[in-house]
Nanobody, 126 residues
Framework: QVQLVESGGGLVQAGDSLRLSCAAS????????VGWFRQAPGKEREFVAG????????YYASFVEGRFTVSRDNAKNTVYLQMYGLKPEDTAVYYC???????????????????WGQGTQVTVSA
């Protein structure tokens, strides 16, 4: 069982940066892939970025356009999403999710994530 808690969200202006953290409990966290998703009001949840269990491979949605970086520190059971150049359209609740399958490549489909955090709000003003 893995429990996830996101933090680091807030209200920022366009062009600012934020770093989201996803802190996990559970001994298996370091062996599974983690993804970041977001959901804006009135829109469906969408994939943002993912990182494999080892932290040496990652994948990003096209709209990221090089502005975000996902990383992890397995010694701290934490995954990060560093966001630069934030835009108003990045406004959403951001969720981290962990896979239940160990030692796999980067996981992308939401259906393959077994554990989800409660989310952290990111609001970007123009």
């Amino acid at each position: 069982q893995v429990q996830l808690v996101e933090s680091g969200g807030g209200l920022v202006q366009a062009g600012d940066s934020l770093r989201l953290s996803c802190a996990a409990s559970g001994r298996t966290f370091g062996s599974v892939g983690v993804g970041w998703f977001r959901q804006a009001p009135g829109k469906e949840r969408e994939f943002v970025a993912g990182i494999n269990w080892k932290g040496d491979n990652s994948y990003y949605a096209s709209f990221v356009e090089g502005r975000f970086t996902v990383s992890r520190d397995n010694a701290k059971n934490t995954v990060y999403l560093q966001m630069y150049g934030l835009k108003p359209e990045d406004t959403a609740v951001y969720y981290c999710a962990a896979s239940s399958r160990p030692y796999t490549a980067v996981v992308v489909p939401a259906t393959q994530f077994a554990y989800w955090g409660q989310g952290t709000q990111v609001t970007v003003s123009a």
